[in-house]
Structure formats: C-alpha cells, structure tokens
C-alpha cells in the first residue's frame, strides 16, 4: 500500500507488513576505538582484524546524496553510527551536508564520548541536532573491562556534561545491561541520571552478530530492569512519544524525569519497526539482525540517476517481511548475521 507524501509528491513505500520506511541509520565507519566485549571483542577484532579499505567506504558525497532519496521517501530521522562516529575524518563536514537536507526533521548520533570535549560545540554548529552517549557503568573497573581499552569513566561522563552545556539536552545514555558483568550498575545509573538533562536507556543484551557469545542467561530482561529501579525510585509508564518508538518511556515519580528500557529480546518491537540501516559500505539492511544487505555502492558508483535509487530503494522496502525477534527461537540461534559494529545499532 502506497501513501502520498505531501511534501514531495513521491510515494512513500510500506514493507509487507505496513511498516513506513521512517528512520535511517548510517555507519560512517566500521572502525572504533573501542573494543567492548558484546560488540566488538579483541578475540576476533584484533590488531591483525581487516577493516574496510577506504575504497570501499561511502564517501560523504555518496552518503548525502542516498539520505536526500530517502528523505524523499518519506524518511524524518537519520542517526549516524558506526562503530564509532567520530573516528571517521571530518565527520563535521557530513553532518553540514546532512544538516541542509529539507524535509529532515532529525539528525542524530551515537558515539561512546571518548573524544576531546572540544569537538562538541563544532558538532552542534554543523548542525547535529541530538546526542546519544554510550556508558554502560560508573563502576571505572567494570567499564573499562567492557571497553577493553581501559577508557576511564571519568572522560564520558566530562563529555556528557559538556554536550549538555553546548546544547544537547537532553542526552540519552544507553547502558547495554548484562548478567554477571554490569547488572550491579543498573540503580548507580539510574541515580547519576535522574535529570532533566538526560534520559538513561537500559538496553538488553541483545544476539546481534556472531562475535560476542550471547546466551539468554546472560539477558537481564527489562522487566526486572524496573522492577530493581522501581523498588528504590518509584517510576511510572508514559505513553511513547511516536509510533515505533523502540524504548519503553517511564518517569521517576517524584521528579518527573524520563528513564527507558529497550526490549528487543523478552518484549520484542518488530511490529512497529520503521528502521533501515546502511551500512560503510553502502549495503542496505532492513533489520538489526540481517544477514545480508543490498548493494547500493556499486549502483551509486555505476552511474545511475536518482530516479532508479528511488525505485530499488522502494522496491527493497516493499519486500520487506522481517520480524527476527518476534521469530526469535531455536531455528534463530545459529543463522548468520552481520555485525553490529558494521551497521550500527
């Protein structure tokens, strides 16, 4: 089913379960300086691990020119991910290109704030409009035994402070919640970040790519998330703020500030998912735990105009059927998916 988007007068595609193609999240890189142990563990990316040759990188002209078409599709929100952001060069200059496009209602990234505070005030002058802040504990040994790089916590929540200072309130802080290893963090969290200046996603431990030894023990499902924070700090439910909003809202009773849980393996949210992902590469994924993409570089590269993008695009979108985590089972455990670090998050 094809809806007219008033704006620019293209169709806006549906998938095969009605899903609008809504949100676009890109990797500007596969690198990161980083090596946390659910994402992108040392055992397997090592100083011998092969990353893309940057011939095979989306260059930022490639990159704005395909979220122009999605824009044109109907698409309002575009992240920028990674691996990490902001080890890509002049990063600045993309987010200027990005920031230009009309129709564009959000541009957002996710970075692990492990860069000089200096950069903020730039980045939010090239025209970001929202930041996410990974940190998954205050605890400095817990922290840097998930980073694996012994990054202190001390430096994140510096930019953290800093971002809110040059205009980025709120921040949301995504702690990725695992058994054993940081669950002794969720209350600490939830205390350091009952502001107004930010909102504290506690995310489950989620099976995306092949790397990081998931197991369902080792998931802290989200229900008892709140139940741990609710027991010392009273929270009540909120409605969401859009339709496919991915976190559940929740508000500290007494101070009226926003806490949120993501529930992508015990409440599952594929049947709102308006989310397509393009990877550094310039392949297309229509699902967090996809294991193939479709190859957009070579048509960019090819010569073709934007009217054919538009209509691969559109015809990818309308195949769409994915709902792995409404799936999620036994037949799902030893399928191959890509990498979170490849397409983001």
Same mark, same amino acid.
């Given at each position: 089913?094809?809806?007219?988007?008033?704006? +620019?007068?293209?169709?806006?595609?549906?998938?095969?379960?009605?899903?609008?193609?809504?949100?676009?999240?890109?990797?500007?890189?596969?690198?990161?300086?980083?090596?946390? &142990?659910?994402?992108?563990?040392?055992?397997?990316?090592?100083?011998?691990?092969?990353?893309?040759?940057?011939?095979?990188?989306?260059?930022?002209?490639?990159?704005?020119?395909?979220?122009?078409?999605?824009? =044109?599709?109907? @698409?309002?929100?575009?992240?920028?991910?990674?691996?990490?952001?902001? &080890?890509?060069?002049?990063?600045?200059?993309?987010?200027?290109?990005?920031?230009?496009?009309?129709?564009?209602?959000?541009?957002?990234?996710?970075? +692990?704030?492990?860069?000089?505070?200096?950069?903020?005030?730039?980045?939010?002058?090239?025209?970001?409009?929202?930041?996410?802040?990974?940190?998954?504990?205050?605890?400095?040994?817990?922290?840097?035994?998930?980073?694996? !790089?012994?990054?202190? &916590?001390?430096?994140?929540?510096?930019?953290?402070?800093?971002?809110?200072?040059?205009?980025?309130? $709120?921040?949301? &802080?995504?702690?990725?919640?695992?058994?054993?290893?940081?669950?002794?963090?969720?209350?600490?969290?939830?205390?350091?970040?009952?502001?107004?200046?930010?909102?504290?996603?506690?995310?489950?431990?989620?099976?995306?790519?092949? =790397?990081?030894?998931?197991?369902?023990?080792?998931?802290?499902?989200?229900? /008892?998330?709140?139940?741990?924070?609710?027991? *010392?700090? $009273?929270? /009540?439910?909120?409605?969401?703020?859009? $339709?496919?909003?991915?976190?559940?809202?929740?508000?500290?009773?007494?101070?009226? +500030? /926003?806490?949120?849980?993501?529930?992508?393996? @015990?409440? $599952?949210?594929?049947?709102?998912?308006?989310?397509?992902?393009?990877?550094?590469?310039?392949?297309?994924? @229509?699902?967090?735990?996809?294991?193939?993409?479709?190859?957009?570089?070579? #048509?960019?590269?090819?010569? !073709? +105009?934007?009217? #054919?993008?538009? /209509?691969?695009?559109? *015809?990818?979108?309308?195949?769409?059927?994915?709902?792995?985590?409404?799936?999620? =089972?036994?037949?799902?455990?030893?399928?191959?998916?890509?990498?979170?670090?490849?397409?983001?998050?």
């Amino acid at each position: 089913m094809l809806k007219m988007n008033e704006t +620019n007068n293209l169709p806006t595609p549906k998938d095969m379960i009605g899903r609008a193609l809504h949100d676009l999240r890109i990797s500007v890189t596969d690198r990161c300086n980083f090596r946390c &142990v659910y994402c992108m563990p040392k055992e397997i990316f090592g100083s011998d691990y092969q990353f893309l040759p940057q011939s095979e990188v989306l260059t930022f002209e490639e990159i704005a020119r395909l979220a122009r078409i999605f824009v =044109s599709l109907g @698409t309002r929100k575009i992240r920028l991910t990674g691996g990490e952001p902001l &080890v890509r060069r002049d990063v600045l200059s993309l987010i200027e290109m990005l920031a230009e496009i009309p129709d564009l209602d959000d541009l957002a990234m996710t970075t +692990n704030g492990s860069f000089p505070v200096d950069l903020i005030p730039r980045l939010h002058q090239a025209g970001l409009q929202r930041m996410t802040v990974s940190l998954d504990s205050l605890d400095d040994a817990v922290f840097q035994s998930l980073n694996d !790089v012994k990054f202190p &916590v001390e430096r994140v929540l510096n930019w953290i402070d800093a971002a809110i200072e040059a205009g980025f309130s $709120p921040i949301k &802080v995504n702690m990725v919640v695992k058994r054993g290893v940081n669950d002794k963090s969720i209350l600490p969290m939830a205390q350091r970040f009952d502001t107004p200046d930010t909102i504290l996603r506690f995310i489950e431990y989620m099976d995306v790519g092949n =790397s990081n030894g998931w197991r369902m023990d080792d998931v802290v499902p989200a229900q /008892e998330i709140v139940k741990r924070v609710n027991a *010392e700090i $009273p929270l /009540e439910l909120i409605p969401p703020n859009y $339709p496919g909003e991915v976190a559940r809202r929740f508000r500290y009773q007494e101070s009226g +500030n /926003e806490i949120g849980v993501i529930t992508s393996v @015990t409440q $599952p949210f594929c049947g709102n998912c308006t989310r397509a992902r393009l990877s550094a590469n310039g392949s297309l994924y @229509t699902c967090l735990f996809s294991a193939e993409g479709h190859d957009l570089i070579s #048509q960019l590269r090819s010569g !073709v +105009n934007d009217q #054919q993008l538009v /209509e691969q695009i559109t *015809e990818i979108w309308q195949a769409r059927t994915d709902r792995y985590s409404q799936l999620r =089972s036994e037949n799902t455990n030893d399928l191959p998916k890509v990498e979170m670090s490849f397409i983001g998050g």
